[in-house]
């Protein structure tokens, strides 16, 4: 008798442990780098302006989300930020006191992802402070994101157009 009892217990014992190492199933993380450019047509006057980038979300071209589904996307963590402006002969880190990068799109509202307030280098090229707490998968599981980035002009400059290319690097947790 004691053997028709302990089976069904065992056997229910075996179904819930297996089913709590299906749904349990590891999160891996990539890391992926993701570039645009950002531009705006002048003139530009001291003060903030913005430059505008779309980006066209295609998991199956990003290196290292082939395979990787919107569905499957848990979270998106920035790890770092680099602008690199394009128009070296007409302007450089010197003319500008700050920048700022904010993400938006047509189902998610715009957030600060990035600021860097003094700007002390000189040259084309600037890393960025980035926010820790900021959490990307939204805007990775759409179609379409904008990046704005704000640059705060020392003096007026009166260049047809200004550009910026943006690096990011993020890590992507996914299943």
Request: hydrophobic share 45%; glycine share 4%; aromatic share 6%.
């Amino acid at each position: 008798m004691k053997k028709v009892i302990n089976f069904p217990i065992k056997l229910l014992s075996v179904v819930l442990i297996v089913s709590f190492f299906v749904t349990c199933t590891p999160s891996t993380e990539t890391k992926i780098n993701l570039n645009t450019k950002a531009t705006a047509m002048g003139p530009f006057f001291a003060g903030p302006n913005s430059l505008i980038a779309e980006y066209e979300v295609d998991l199956a071209t990003i290196e290292g989300l082939e395979n990787v589904s919107a569905k499957q996307i848990k979270e998106v963590k920035v790890n770092s930020i680099k602008l690199n402006l394009a128009n070296e002969e007409e302007l450089d880190l010197s003319d500008i006191y700050s920048a700022s990068l904010q993400i938006v799109s047509g189902n998610t509202e715009m957030q600060s992802i990035a600021i860097k307030n003094p700007i002390e280098s000189k040259g084309n090229e600037l890393v960025m402070d980035v926010s820790s707490e900021v959490d990307l998968s939204e805007y990775l599981k759409g179609k379409q994101f904008s990046l704005v980035l704000d640059l705060d002009f020392a003096e007026d400059s009166f260049a047809e157009q200004i550009g910026a290319i943006i690096d990011l690097e993020l890590t992507v947790k996914h299943k």
